[in-house]
């Protein structure tokens, strides 16, 4: 089932994700929604704050995009990243292993926005699967850039929270108008729920 997105000026997306410490019969059935969610919205990765629940878990499959390179490495080996796909990453801690580089960015929850954001080109990630089981893996590119984007959503740390001053000033009025629309959606449906 494809849930509702969350935008920018929805006060979920700062909210930092309780950690998940079980995999119940509903949560199963969250995580399927949330990829029939991210396909549907055409993204490679999709955080829970995205669709309205304050959990660290995050949904990634970088296998859409083919111009942007990313490379994995497991148990030290060199491995194929699209091995690894679909990804579910609950509790995923992230620990930088090369420089920052900038690359280009776009959110689901910011529609037909995009700015460069610098992050570390490599990282080692470790987390819990979709069966409570630690994984454990090295990788950079594309895929570096994602799971460090999803894993800040966990944190309720948005992408133009790391843009460069100039860029953020670039998109201000970008963001302004669709933080307030947000707003306006969120207390109309507050004022129609109050209604009742
Ligand atoms: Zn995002």
């Known amino acids: 089932m494809v849930l509702p997105?969350?935008?920018f000026g929805n006060p979920i997306l700062r909210h930092k994700g309780d950690p998940v410490s079980e995999i119940t019969p509903e949560l199963e059935q969250f995580i399927e929604d949330m990829f029939d969610t991210m396909e549907k919205h055409r993204g490679i990765g999709l955080a829970s704050q995205q669709v309205g629940r304050a959990i660290q878990l995050t949904v990634i499959d970088i296998r859409p995009v083919e111009d942007?390179?990313?490379?994995l490495e497991l148990d030290g080996e060199e491995a194929d990243p699209h091995s690894i796909m679909p990804l579910v990453l609950l509790n995923p801690?992230?620990?930088p292993l090369a420089a920052e580089v900038s690359g280009p960015e776009g959110c689901l929850s910011f529609p037909?926005?995009?700015g460069d954001v610098s992050r570390p080109e490599k990282i080692r990630v470790k987390a819990l699967n979709e069966r409570n089981e630690p994984v454990e893996f090295v990788c950079g590119g594309l895929l570096a850039r994602c799971v460090q984007h999803e894993t800040d959503h966990l944190h309720g740390i948005l992408f133009t929270d790391r843009m460069d001053r100039d860029t953020k000033a670039e998109l201000r009025d970008e963001l302004d108008v669709l933080q307030k629309a947000t707003k306006a959606i969120l207390a109309e449906a507050a004022e129609a729920d109050s209604d009742q």
Do not use: A, F, K, N
């Open 5 to 7: 997105l969350t935008y």
């Open 68 to 71: 942007r390179p990313s490379t």
């Open 93 to 95: 801690e992230i620990e």
């Open 112 to 114: 037909e926005i995009y």
